[in-house]
């Protein structure tokens, strides 16, 4: 049984330090689906800022650090496909630790993909009567495939909608751009701030069009930039990492 193996969260930073609630959200829904799950307090950054910045050679410590904390769990969960892209496909390979790294790769998963091809969760009961709009962040659909993408003209799939379109009242929300970059993409909201603006705005603007009540995803980095666009702006949106939304549905 799957619920019986050593499961550790990994938190991204950004979540640790400005939005705590979905590690706390995150690790209550798994234990809710009978895992056992570990918190390793020494966890660090997992180095994907310094690498998109351009210094990889950098990142040794900190991959090398990550191998060492998590080696030895069965599998590596953490609310974020950007984090775990970076560790599966982005880390520079450590000398020493190629058996532990190589592992590793098969080992760690973002949320939605652990909940539905691991732990294979069928439909889940419960209500949650809102209008819901969904954010596919880049790196998970592009990159972990969680969501089918629309220049490869391929059947359609999204494992957060397989969570979530079986609550009663919900409704999820075609968007007209379905798999639209929002334009934060780590230092690129900062070396290109004009340009991440105008993309978070009309990714934004497509949610209201569409009457979206709450803007859910995977990432809270994305939603992050979403947000602070439109509190600026006064659109009245709420947002909601998905792990919040199942936590607060599942009893």
């Known amino acids: 049984m799957h619920q019986n193996k050593n499961i550790a969260l990994f938190l991204p930073c950004y979540v640790d330090q400005f939005y705590p609630n979905v590690g706390i959200a995150t690790i209550q829904l798994l234990e809710k689906?009978?895992?056992?799950?570990s918190f390793p307090m020494d966890q660090t950054c997992c180095g994907q800022p310094m690498a998109n910045a351009g210094y990889e050679r950098d990142t040794v410590g900190t991959a090398k650090h990550f191998?060492?904390?998590?080696?030895?769990?069965?599998?590596?969960?953490?609310?974020?496909?950007?984090?775990?892209?970076?560790?599966?496909?982005?880390?520079?390979?450590?000398?020493?630790?190629?058996?532990?790294?190589?592992?590793?790769?098969?080992?760690?998963?973002?949320?939605?993909?652990?909940?539905?091809d691991v732990l294979r969760v069928g439909p889940i009961k419960g209500s949650y009567p809102h209008k819901v709009g969904f954010h596919s962040s880049c790196h998970g659909q592009r990159g972990l495939r969680l969501s089918a993408s629309s220049e490869l003209n391929e059947p359609p799939f999204n494992k957060a909608k397989q969570l979530l379109e079986g609550l009663e009242g919900l409704e999820w929300v075609e968007l007209d751009r379905k798999d639209e970059c929002c334009g934060f993409g780590g230092t690129f909201a900062v070396t290109e701030e004009a340009l991440s603006i105008q993309m978070g705005k009309d990714r934004l603007a497509d949610h209201q069009k569409n009457n979206v009540e709450i803007l859910a995803g995977?990432?809270?980095?994305?939603?992050?930039?979403?947000?602070?666009?439109?509190?600026?702006?006064?659109n009245g949106v709420k947002f909601k990492h998905i792990a919040e939304i199942l936590n607060e549905v599942i009893r």
């Open 33 to 37: 689906l009978g895992c056992k799950v």
């Open 67 to 116: 191998i060492k904390t998590f080696k030895d769990f069965d599998y590596i969960v953490a609310p974020s496909g950007s984090c775990v892209l970076h560790v599966k496909e982005h880390s520079p390979s450590i000398q020493g630790f190629e058996t532990e790294q190589a592992a590793m790769h098969h080992k760690i998963f973002e949320l939605t993909e652990f909940l539905v």
């Open 218 to 234: 995977g990432d809270m980095s994305c939603l992050m930039h979403m947000q602070g666009i439109s509190s600026r702006n006064n």
